[in-house]
């Protein structure tokens, strides 16, 4: 007897520790974060890193080897189109090209003379020639008619007769030639020779006086000489840089965005750009390039965007690097919330809104995203308040009864 009532005893305390666990467990609500759905302006956002660039920039490389005779601007110089910025030495440059216009000269000469069957001296000779040449024709021609008429007359014998003929043949090739010298002094290929040399002399001289112009540095445009790296007097190598002008009224950004990001870009996209060095100060722009290739950039596989900046206080400088957001959708009055507030599970979105301090699962359609918010197109009403996350490792689901923490 004694033990059957020990055993309803026990029966009936462990029935009170479950009722009362379970009737605990019901009370016992989980601390999350929460907040609120509220209409704002969101934007979805690329951010990376770009360097500026002229948007229309001009080198001057030495054409030879040579030393600095006088530079006539510094580093930071404002010039016009035009101005002179620096002087190299030209001496040796000037000296070929004169020697080149001294070969054309002589070509010219040489042409003309082809032209005109040789030169003065030699055009005298031969029309001295030519004019003997045609006086002995003339005589062996008379010598043959004469000792022809003797011969029918019979005072002159056949012997007389063939050595006038001798003569007279004699004379008119003599003429001939006169006559082909006069007219062919010279043979085609040394017509073909004399031309030739000309043109290479022509040649010659045009590279000498484009070298001079590259000694002579002018502005091509009103800009900013915003590189400078020689010295007057300092000597150069073929193809070193002397300066570096630039209208830098306008800039080139150009933006290294990794690749997972180059298929949101679209041309048009807005662009921020900021510089550590200005941290107040924003300057804007657009996307005008899609990348069409993949480089790799350091460790970073990235596609390459620029845009065109305003830059009329020429605040930016070439080869500064930048931030840069490129805001590829921008929705304005829209309803958001965290994005901590998402969830998805069998390509289903949703999230836990609070009622009653318990949570209801709402299924929910989204658009864009940012780092912090995304944008609900259904699903959700305005000020609904959306749970975040526990304070304790205890997951959510529909139904869990919560508290709300401040």
């Known amino acids: 007897m004694a033990r059957n009532r020990w055993l309803i005893w026990t029966a009936g305390m462990i029935a009170a520790v479950i009722i009362l666990a379970s009737f605990m467990s019901r009370g016992d609500a989980v601390l999350v974060r929460a907040e609120t759905a509220q209409r704002s302006t969101i934007r979805s956002v690329v951010s990376t890193n770009g360097k500026v660039e002229p948007l229309e920039n001009f080198e001057a490389h030495s054409p030879v080897a040579t030393t600095v005779k006088n530079l006539l601007v510094k580093e930071g110089d404002h010039v ?11 001496v040796a440059a000037r000296s070929e090209a004169a020697q080149a216009e001294a070969q054309i000269r002589s070509s010219d000469a040489d042409l003309s003379a082809i032209g005109a069957g040789g030169n003065r001296e030699e055009v005298l000779t031969l ?10 024709h003339d005589a062996a021609q008379r010598n043959l008619d004469g000792f022809e008429r003797l011969l029918k007359e019979g005072a002159a014998s056949p012997g007389e007769v063939l050595n006038a003929q001798n003569r007279l043949a004699r004379a ?55 590189s400078l790296p020689v010295m007057q007097g300092a000597y150069l190598n073929a193809g070193d840089l002397v300066l570096e002008l630039a209208d830098l009224s306008k800039v080139r950004v150009r933006a290294f965005v990794d690749e997972p990001d180059v298929g949101r870009l679209s041309p048009g996209d807005k662009i921020e750009v900021t510089w550590d060095a200005m941290r107040n100060r924003t300057w804007q722009g657009m996307v005008n390039t899609i990348p069409t290739v993949i480089k790799l950039h350091g460790t970073r596989n990235v596609g390459e965007t620029t845009c065109v900046v305003d830059n009329q206080d020429l605040k930016l400088l070439p080869g500064v690097n930048v931030g840069v957001t490129i805001i590829t959708g921008e929705h304005p009055n829209v309803l958001t919330v965290p994005r901590e507030a998402i969830h998805q ?8 809104q609070i009622v009653n301090d318990e949570l209801q699962r709402r299924y929910v359609q989204i658009a ?39």
Do not use: C, M, W
């Open 368 to 406: 864009i995203s940012n780092l912090t918010h995304v944008e609900v197109t259904s699903g959700l009403q305005e000020n609904a308040i959306v749970a975040l996350s526990p304070l304790n490792s205890k997951p959510l689901h529909d139904g869990l009864a919560v508290k709300v923490v401040p």
């Open 80 to 90: 016009r189109r035009g101005q002179l910025l620096a002087q190299l030495d030209d």
């Open 172 to 226: 008119s090739a003599d003429l001939t030639l006169a006559e082909q010298k006069q007219k062919d002094r010279y043979s085609t290929p040394e017509v073909a020779r004399t031309q030739a040399q000309k043109s290479e002399a022509e040649a010659a001289y045009a590279a000498a006086a484009d070298t001079l112009q590259q000694l002579n540095i002018r502005a091509p445009f009103d800009g900013i000489v915003y």
């Open 345 to 352: 599970e069998d390509s289903k979105t949703y999230v836990y």
């Open 127 to 136: 029309q001295s020639d030519l004019a003997k040449a045609r006086t002995e």
